[in-house]
């Protein structure tokens, strides 16, 4: 079955006993992630797919940590670093991890600790469960359909970690978190990927909101800020793959907010023959930019 679907099979059990799963695997990853990070400067660079993007060693460390513990559940994982697995081998997939083990990874070797570990579980190619952790920040976010969105912080990286389901829940508060409406609206846009049209873009809003503040922001943390409510508006206009988003996505829209592609406001799909994204923005639950 690949056609897109809201009905889900998995029970309430079963995501009880995913989502530490989850967690677990995305802390074990940023364990992984942050101690190369730390000594980020002793490793060399690799680059695939025409120096479109780099691969690091970190990259490598989070994808097998994801691998290990996400692999104890046999659901199979379809991931940046195996972005070459043939559609026809996933194309009827009912239940699948869609993962990126480092997201930012411009932001990891740049130092300013802009970066993510994505893991989304793909039912029918909607997305049911995700997590965002940013590991330097020590946050977590994460999601069920049609229960909401989390975060819990204070969750240091840790290649042991082994949180239980009550353990996650009780620190977790629910977003968006309480918050008035800016006075102006704050657009988040890329640190590392943005074009012409992402600033003629900015422009045409300035136009109609001319108190308009931008930001920059690498790595899917934007959706978070975008749930939290930290910020209103996202766009992008340069290349995402399916893992970049779908974790994030889910994380939003249980709170209310949105992600449209651009320019006809169709809502994304998943597990496509081709993984690239089209262009897109996101609008927060109480964002005044229409």
Same mark, same amino acid.
């Given at each position: 079955?690949? /056609?897109?679907? /809201?009905?889900?099979?998995?029970?309430?059990?079963?995501?009880?006993?995913?989502?530490?799963?989850?967690? %677990?695997?995305?802390?074990?990853?940023?364990?992984?992630?942050?101690?190369?990070?730390?000594?980020?400067?002793?490793?060399? &660079?690799?680059?695939?797919?025409?120096?479109?993007?780099?691969?690091?060693?970190?990259?490598?460390?989070?994808?097998?940590?994801?691998?290990?513990?996400?692999?104890?559940?046999?659901?199979?994982?379809?991931?940046?670093?195996?972005?070459?697995?043939?559609?026809?081998?996933?194309?009827?997939?009912?239940?699948?991890?869609?993962? !990126?083990?480092?997201?930012?990874?411009?932001?990891?070797?740049?130092? %300013?600790?802009?970066?993510?570990?994505?893991?989304?579980?793909?039912?029918?190619?909607?997305?049911?469960?995700? $997590?965002? +952790?940013?590991?330097?920040?020590?946050?977590?976010?994460?999601?069920?359909?049609?229960?909401?969105?989390?975060?819990?912080?204070? $969750?240091?990286? !840790? =290649?042991?970690? *082994?949180?239980?389901?009550? @353990?996650?829940?009780?620190?977790?508060?629910?977003?968006?978190?309480?918050?008035?409406?800016?006075?102006?609206?704050?657009?988040?846009?890329?640190?590392?990927?943005?074009?012409?049209?992402?600033?003629?873009?900015?422009?045409?809003?300035?136009?109609?909101?001319?108190?308009?503040?931008?930001? @920059?922001?690498?790595?899917?943390?934007?959706?978070?800020?975008?749930?939290?409510?930290? $910020?209103?508006? +996202? $766009?992008?206009?340069?290349? /995402?793959?399916?893992?970049?988003?779908? =974790?994030?996505?889910?994380?939003?829209?249980?709170?209310?907010?949105?992600?449209?592609? &651009?320019?006809?406001?169709?809502?994304?799909?998943?597990?496509?023959?081709?993984?690239? %994204?089209?262009?897109?923005?996101?609008?927060?639950? *109480?964002?005044?930019? @229409?």
């Amino acid at each position: 079955m690949n /056609t897109n679907t /809201t009905e889900t099979m998995l029970s309430d059990e079963i995501k009880r006993y995913l989502l530490p799963q989850t967690l %677990n695997a995305a802390v074990r990853a940023g364990a992984a992630v942050m101690q190369i990070y730390e000594h980020r400067d002793d490793y060399d &660079l690799s680059q695939y797919a025409g120096n479109f993007r780099s691969i690091t060693a970190a990259d490598r460390a989070a994808h097998d940590a994801l691998k290990r513990a996400l692999g104890q559940t046999r659901i199979p994982i379809l991931s940046e670093d195996g972005r070459e697995m043939h559609y026809e081998e996933r194309r009827n997939w009912e239940l699948f991890w869609l993962v !990126d083990p480092l997201d930012g990874t411009r932001e990891f070797i740049n130092g %300013n600790n802009e970066f993510t570990i994505n893991i989304a579980l793909m039912e029918n190619n909607i997305c049911v469960a995700s $997590v965002v +952790y940013v590991p330097y920040l020590h946050k977590i976010y994460f999601a069920n359909k049609g229960y909401g969105s989390y975060v819990r912080e204070d $969750v240091a990286p !840790d =290649a042991a970690a *082994n949180y239980t389901y009550e @353990e996650i829940r009780q620190g977790a508060r629910r977003l968006p978190l309480p918050t008035q409406r800016h006075d102006h609206p704050i657009v988040a846009i890329s640190r590392s990927h943005n074009t012409p049209e992402t600033y003629a873009h900015i422009d045409a809003l300035r136009k109609r909101y001319p108190t308009l503040e931008v930001i @920059e922001q690498g790595s899917s943390y934007k959706f978070c800020l975008l749930a939290e409510g930290a $910020v209103d508006y +996202y $766009v992008r206009t340069t290349h /995402t793959y399916e893992w970049d988003t779908a =974790a994030g996505e889910l994380i939003l829209s249980e709170t209310g907010g949105r992600l449209e592609a &651009l320019p006809d406001g169709a809502p994304f799909r998943y597990n496509k023959r081709d993984l690239q %994204n089209p262009w897109f923005v996101c609008r927060a639950y *109480n964002c005044a930019i @229409e």
